[in-house]
Nanobody, 124 residues
Framework: QVQLVESGGGLVQAGGSPRLSCAASGRSFSSYAMGWFRQAPGKEREFVAAISRSGGIPYYADSVKGRFTASRDNAKNTVVLQMNSLKPEDTAVYYC?????????????????WGQGTQVTVSS
């Protein structure tokens, strides 16, 4: 099993560049694909980014492509989401997720483990 804890959220101004981290505990972190999702009030949880267990080329949602960068450090059991050029519509609770797979899942139902989420609020 994997336990996930996100950090780095908060209130930021539009155009800001916060950095979210997700710390994983448990065994074999490098065997898990990692994903980032977000959920805005009244909306369904949506895919943001995913990265393979080796840290290869990540996948991004079109809405964040070119602005967000996902990376991981398997030696530190950490995955990071660097967010740039934030917009008010990026306001949401951001979750990291893990799945034991060689694939790179991009849907919520494909992930087995979830963090508690961290709030990101973008002011205009």
């Amino acid at each position: 099993q994997v336990q996930l804890v996100e950090s780095g959220g908060g209130l930021v101004q539009a155009g800001g560049s916060p950095r979210l981290s997700c710390a994983a505990s448990g065994r074999s972190f490098s065997s898990y694909a990692m994903g980032w999702f977000r959920q805005a009030p009244g909306k369904e949880r949506e895919f943001v980014a995913a990265i393979s267990r080796s840290g290869g080329i990540p996948y991004y949602a079109d809405s964040v492509k070119g602005r967000f960068t996902a990376s991981r450090d398997n030696a530190k059991n950490t995955v990071v989401l660097q967010m740039n050029s934030l917009k008010p519509e990026d306001t949401a609770v951001y979750y990291c997720a893990a799945r034991y797979t060689i694939e790179i899942p991009t849907t919520t139902r494909d992930y087995d483990y979830w963090g508690q989420g961290t709030q990101v609020t973008v002011s205009s």
